[in-house]
């Protein structure tokens, strides 16, 4: 079935370095989006979200892209941080009561 | 506010041995929902509840059932535990549907020896 994808299951960076962390989705009906972050022992913690008919949703520090004509989410995290370590999920919504959940990457910073 | 919590933190069940993981939110969200996590994996829905009484099957209900006989509360009650329902389980609430923030609960660990 249709489901949202990751493309790196880790990812490494410096602090203070930007993090970018990509997500495929193959549901061209999907018009909702979330990322989640997760830290160890914790459950999800939601960070943004961006509706289908915008392009870009900024945070503070984190900025969701969504590209419609490839079917491809990111979130970038300024500046990054050592607490910002964590799992990072993106979900999908294309059936009104759900979200599907991609299968995470991992995001470790390196002091 | 205590958001939506979660009852046993861990547990570690026998095969064959029933048992009953607890979520209350004390957000007045209509919307809960049900999901495991295995090692390294994402979320799936296994049940979700739209109001009290009302209750819908997700992607990965088998072996499980819940019931929603008020707004706090929504159980998930496995019958004949199995290997195979090692996982964390998560508890998650939001205000509306699918285009609202689910808020999510601590999780239990369950292990099925």
């Known amino acids: 079935g249709e489901s949202v994808g990751l493309h790196l299951p880790t990812l490494s960076v410096q602090e203070g370095d930007n993090s970018i962390i990509n997500c495929a989705y193959s549901?061209?009906?999907?018009?909702?989006f979330i990322w989640y972050k997760q830290e160890s022992g914790k459950g999800p913690q939601f960070i943004i979200d961006?509706?289908?008919?915008?392009d870009k949703r900024q945070g503070q520090r984190v900025t969701v892209l969504l590209n419609k004509t490839v079917k491809h989410l990111s979130l970038q995290i300024a500046a990054t941080q050592p607490g910002d370590s964590a799992v990072y999920f993106c979900?999908?919504?294309?059936?009104?009561?759900?979200?599907?959940f991609g299968g995470g990457t991992r995001l470790m910073v390196k002091p | 506010n205590a958001g939506v919590t979660q009852t046993p933190k861990f547990r570690i069940l026998k095969i064959g041995q029933s048992m009953t993981l607890q979520c209350t939110q004390d957000?007045?969200?209509?919307?809960m929902y049900w999901y495991r996590q295995d090692p390294g994996m994402g979320l799936k829905l296994i049940y979700y509840?739209?109001?009290?009484?009302?209750?819908d099957k997700g992607e990965v209900p088998n072996g499980y059932n819940v019931s929603r006989s008020t707004t706090e509360d929504f159980p998930l009650r496995l019958e004949l535990a199995a290997p195979s329902q090692t996982s964390v389980y998560f508890c998650?609430?939001?205000?509306?549907?699918?285009?609202?923030?689910?808020?999510f609960g601590p999780g239990t660990r369950l292990t099925v020896l």
């Open positions: 998650a609430s939001s205000y509306s549907g699918g285009y609202n923030e689910q808020f």
């Open positions: 549901n061209s009906a999907s018009d909702y």
């Open positions: 961006i509706r289908s008919n915008m």
């Open positions: 979900a999908e919504n294309n059936a009104g009561n759900m979200l599907t």
């Open positions: 957000m007045n969200h209509n919307y």
């Open positions: 509840s739209v109001g009290a009484g009302i209750t």
